[in-house]
């Protein structure tokens, strides 16, 4: 009877420790289950995150791009405007200041009658690229 007893006892602790390791391979599959949905959840987080990245640099980019060429776009319209004033016989010997942003030109300077200020005007409306023309050239007769 010992011997049974013993039996016994053995079987129930191998299968109690079965019933404890089957236990834990369920814990253990579901917490590698929720490790992977988190991880799932965290890369696509992740991946959201780039894409929106990839989207600002983009953005960024265009911008930059679109500054220099309205930048370069600028510089070819002063420099068109300043020629053409210096093509003027009127206009040509004045010191005529020509400043120029997102394709509005501002006239500064002097001019010595009203007739020359109107012409500094149309030259440089005339230019490619012109969308406004602001003159503040002030009139101030040749002495």
Known sequence: ?????????????????????????????????????????????????????GRDASQAVGNAADAVANKSGDVAITTAVNARLAADERLSALKINVD?????????????????????????RAVDGVSDVTNELSVQPSR
Do not use: Y
């Not at 834990?24 to 965290?42: H, I, K, L, M, P």
């Open 1 to 53: 009877m010992n011997t049974k007893l013993q039996r016994s006892t053995i079987l129930m602790s191998l299968l109690a420790s079965a019933a404890l390791l089957a236990a834990c391979d369920r814990n253990e599959q579901a917490r590698v289950e929720q490790t992977g949905a988190t991880t799932a959840t965290s890369a696509e987080r992740a991946g959201a995150a780039v894409k929106e990245a």
């Open 100 to 124: 120029t942003v997102g394709g509005k030109v501002v006239l500064r300077g002097t001019a010595p009658d009203t007739a020359s200020r109107t012409r500094a005007t149309e030259l440089a």
